[in-house]
């Protein structure tokens, strides 16, 4: 079964670069989000999209930004990169804003480290 | 933590014996998931507890639910050296009129099973 699928995998960027990553959801899926899970920390919501619009937002960096497109993958830009954006980057998709749903699906994550 | 607290933070135990995870929760929720992540890996959803059942079972996993004291915990029955993992707890809280349920994460509990 196709499952959520991130890219790339790994990303090496010095500071002050930008950084895009995608993220294509299940099929069907119609919400996204992202979260960001530093070295030994818990995954911290980021945003979401839900059919295309900005449906919540958590704590994300004003130098972030992202969008869902017309086919439902998206992508978080990142940019002027800092130290401590080194994280993980998940996304997860789910159907109807999983409201009530068991379908929420991470993929495997990107590991952007900023040197 | 966004959203609440596990403990412990860390446990070791011997192969063949029982681990138990507990997490508290801040919010009113719609349910509670546990995932498991192997180090720098993706987030491996496990189970679900809707917030109107007090006990589940899969496998060789039994989460229970207390609302009341706005708790969960995992058991991993007869655990094996595969198990070695870290597991979270993450929270869906219902929004009203809220288009999207982000999850919220607990801080985690890594699990060492020792051969």
């Known amino acids: 079964a196709a499952g959520v699928i991130q890219s790339p995998r790994h990303l090496i960027k010095e500071k002050r670069e930008t950084a895009t990553l995608k993220c294509y959801p299940i099929?069907?899926?119609?919400?996204v989000y992202w979260y960001q899970q530093g070295p030994g920390q818990d995954p911290q919501f980021l945003i979401s999209f839900y059919e295309k619009m900005q449906s919540d937002k958590g704590s994300i960096p004003d130098r972030f930004s992202a969008q869902q497109f017309s086919d439902y993958h998206s992508e978080l830009n990142m940019s002027s990169l800092e130290l401590g954006d080194s994280a993980l980057y998940f996304c997860?998709?789910?159907?109807?804003?999983?409201?009530?749903?068991?379908?929420?699906?991470f993929g495997s994550g990107t590991r952007l480290t900023v040197v | 933590s966004q959203q609440g607290e596990e403990d412990p933070q860390a446990l070791s135990i011997q192969e063949g014996e029982n681990a138990t995870m507990n997490c508290s929760y801040k919010t009113s929720i719609n349910n509670l998931q546990w995932y498991r992540q192997n180090s720098g890996r993706g987030l491996v959803h496990l189970i679900l507890?809707?917030?109107?059942?007090r006990e589940k079972h899969s496998g060789r996993l039994r989460v229970t639910l207390d609302t009341s004291k706005k708790s969960s915990s995992l058991l991993i029955t007869a655990s094996r050296a595969a198990d070695t993992a870290s597991y979270f707890c993450a929270t869906d809280a219902w929004r009203i009129g809220g288009a999207t349920n982000k999850l919220i994460f607990g801080t985690g509990t890594l699990l060492a099973v020792q051969p």
């Open positions: 997860a998709s789910s159907l109807g804003g999983g409201q009530g749903s068991l379908g929420y699906t």
């Open positions: 507890i809707r917030s109107n059942e």
């Open positions: 099929p069907r899926h119609d919400t």
